[in-house]
């Protein structure tokens, strides 16, 4: 059988496609640009729809202020990695303004998804990786999470590298495209474990096994060595505070609830209608309409797949398809919980085999059908942006005005007297203490990083405040502090000490 990527240029060059054209220079433009149009499109749909004035959400609060001066650091715990926190610091660092971190996040992924794109160059022709770009851009999440400091999208860029730079290498050999390949095998391979090390094993489980069947020596060297140089930060760190990898592993799970066998498929179907979080993941499933690409999704990779075995060229295909389902695996049946962007990586791994699908069935039938045929992706298609594009304002709307609830809060803090250096404890008092300027602390839960007692001597020297959600109880150390009620909030301001 012949090789994937071989057979898959030796089919353009009997078609006469764009590589039997000129060489040189203006050839690899020309290959570059369908790429490059749809990266810079990518980036200004995001400036577009999601508003660059939106607020920081809860978890990019979390890692942007492990590298500002201006808002002291919130608790960081147990499954979350440094990578999006070295991602935003060269901005993050000395700005404070939302708006320039969102351009900033905005054009360095659109840069991603161009390079992601390129590193399959050679693989498929340029109008699949194109389109493959296109579906996993114009995709709800990708859109709303690209310009947020957030780990899923750059994992999902990471994957795309890997996994198309190591078909590249176990194609090339020794030569110099070949030693190319192998670098950005370990750049791709660093980028995930930088973000979430956890997801680069998984994600790169089939890609280990075919390098070992293969014997390809020097890729799993680059392969391990871009894994271990990403996850030696998280290593050490684990070590250092949690008294090793297994204690810090096992703190994750508990964390996101016991990981084990827990079928989570419906879970992430709730939360395909635009929930950041569906945690615990009840309520109705969002309209059919929405929920149809995603059941479809799977249908036409598997459709990708049989192309790509009938034209003799499988490894291509088959290997993002293998790596896709592996990345998949732990948010569909071992996690409690939801989140659409967890799945990010699978989907920009699964969007090669679907676009290779797409442009099967729009060649599809005799000539007289072929127009048919046509119509009925190109109608798919339209579909297919339209519910991604509803979902997208929706869930922007709702964030927005979340955020800005948070704002509010915090100016009426700010009125009674709390502001930096102070302390604020108890319901969402990460995203709130952030707003206000403020340190946040829990003496239980997930983010557990003090004590009541510490609490109380903390209100002696500086502004406390303790915040407690609809239907709560008030800590019982606050039980004598002044109540304010500030949007469905319960506020007790501790008494100047």
């Known amino acids: 059988m012949a090789d994937g990527a071989n057979a898959t240029l030796a089919g353009r060059r009997v078609r006469g496609g764009e590589e039997a054209g000129a060489s040189g220079a203006p050839r690899r433009l020309r290959g570059a640009a369908p790429a490059a149009a749809v990266a810079a499109v990518f980036t200004l749909a995001q400036l577009v729809f999601v508003h660059p004035a939106m607020g920081l959400g809860w978890d990019e609060i979390v890692y942007v202020s492990q590298v500002t001066t201006h808002h002291p650091a919130a608790f960081f715990s147990a499954p979350r990695a440094r990578g ?22 905005a054009l360095l992924s659109g ?55 190591a078909l590249r290498a176990l194609r090339a050999g020794r030569g110099r495209s070949g030693r190319a390949a192998l670098c950005g095998v370990a750049a791709g391979a660093l980028l995930m474990a ?59 799970s508990e964390i996101q609830g016991g990981l084990g066998w827990n079928i989570a498929v419906d879970d992430q179907m709730r939360s395909l209608g635009g929930r950041g979080l569906c945690r615990p993941c009840t309520g109705a499933m969002p309209h059919p309409v929405v929920t149809a690409w995603w059941l479809l999704l799977p249908v036409v990779a598997v459709l990708g797949v049989s192309v790509a075995v009938r034209a003799r060229r499988a490894t ?5 398809f293998a790596c896709a389902v592996t ?25 090669v085999p679907v676009a290779d699908a797409l442009w099967h069935l729009a060649g599809a039938g005799r000539d007289r059908w072929r127009p048919v045929a046509a119509t009925l992706v190109a109608l798919a298609v339209a579909g297919h942006l339209a519910v991604q594009f509803s979902v997208l304002v929706g869930t922007v709307d709702r964030n927005v005005e979340s955020r800005e609830d948070w704002a509010r809060v915090a100016g009426e803090l700010h009125r009674l007297g709390v502001r930096p250096p102070c302390l604020l404890t108890g319901h969402e008092s990460i995203p709130v203490g952030y707003y206000t300027g403020c340190s946040s602390g829990s003496v239980s839960g997930n983010n557990e990083n003090t004590t009541a007692a510490e609490i109380v001597d903390t209100a002696r020297r500086i502004p406390v405040a303790a915040l407690t959600g609809p239907g709560g109880t008030p800590p019982g150390y606050a039980r004598d502090w002044t109540p304010h009620r500030i949007t469905d909030l319960e506020i007790r301001v501790a008494p100047p000490g």
Request: charged fraction near 10%.
């Open 84 to 105: 999006v926190s070295l991602l935003v610091a060269p901005l993050a660092s000395w700005s404070a303004s939302t708006e320039l971190l969102r351009v900033y996040l």
């Open 111 to 165: 840069l991603g998804l161009y390079l992601g794109l390129r590193a399959w160059k050679g693989l498929f022709p340029s109008r699949v990786l194109a389109t493959a770009g296109a579906f996993f851009a114009t995709l709800w999440v990708t859109l709303f999470y690209g310009p947020q400091a957030m780990p899923n999208y750059w994992v999902a860029i990471g994957a795309l590298i890997t996994v198309g730079c």
């Open 194 to 252: 930088l973000m979430r090390p956890t997801d680069a094993v998984w994600v790169t489980l089939p890609l280990l096994a075919l390098v070992l069947v293969r014997r390809h020596w020097p890729l799993l060297l680059v392969l391990a060595g871009g894994l271990a140089a990403g996850g030696v930060e998280w290593v050490i760190e684990a070590h250092a505070w949690y008294g090793g990898l297994g204690e810090r592993l096992a703190r994750a």
């Open 316 to 320: 291509a295909t088959l290997v993002p």
């Open 327 to 351: 990345a998949a695996v732990p948010y569909l049946f071992l996690i409690g919980y939801a989140a659409p962007r967890f799945l990010q990586p699978a989907y920009a791994l699964l969007a």
